[in-house]
């Protein structure tokens, strides 16, 4: 059974906009931290955004004052609304969470975090 499941990824042009999904599944029940990772081609995994279960939210300076992360309790859904979006932006993005840890004070890593979605991907053109 997929416990996180993303959506919203497309091609856009750059300067657009998009915001991703991420479906979770209520066995995944009282988290402690939720992040948002990315994945380029030949590339590692990095962070992108992680938020904590009190609603404190971090970024990656890559994406820093262009991307809000968000948790609606009602539907269980993490989101990543991502403006002025630029070809560097383009990558696999991976949603992730961890129950039985704390968000990191800073950045975050993959190791950081126990349950992972599939990706949706993200492609801006120049």
């Known amino acids: 059974q997929d416990l996180l499941v993303e959506s919203g990824g497309g091609s856009v042009q750059a300067g657009g906009s998009l915001r991703l999904s991420c479906k979770v599944s209520?066995?995944?029940?009282?988290?402690?931290?939720m992040g948002w990772f990315r994945q380029a081609a030949g590339k590692q995994r990095e962070w992108v955004s992680h938020?904590?279960?009190?609603?404190?939210?971090k970024y990656a300076d890559s994406v820093k004052g262009r991307s809000t992360v968000s948790f609606d309790y009602v539907e269980n859904n993490l989101y990543l609304q991502m403006n002025s979006l630029k070809p560097e932006d383009t990558a696999m993005y991976y949603c992730?969470?961890?129950?039985?840890?704390?968000?990191?004070?800073?950045?975050?890593?993959?190791?950081?975090?126990?349950?992972w979605g599939q990706g949706t991907q993200v492609t801006v053109s120049s």
């Open positions: 938020i904590s279960s009190e609603g404190s939210t």
């Open positions: 992730a969470a961890e129950r039985s840890n704390y968000c990191s004070d800073g950045s975050s890593v993959v190791g950081d975090f126990t349950y």
């Open positions: 209520r066995l995944v029940y009282k988290w402690n931290c």
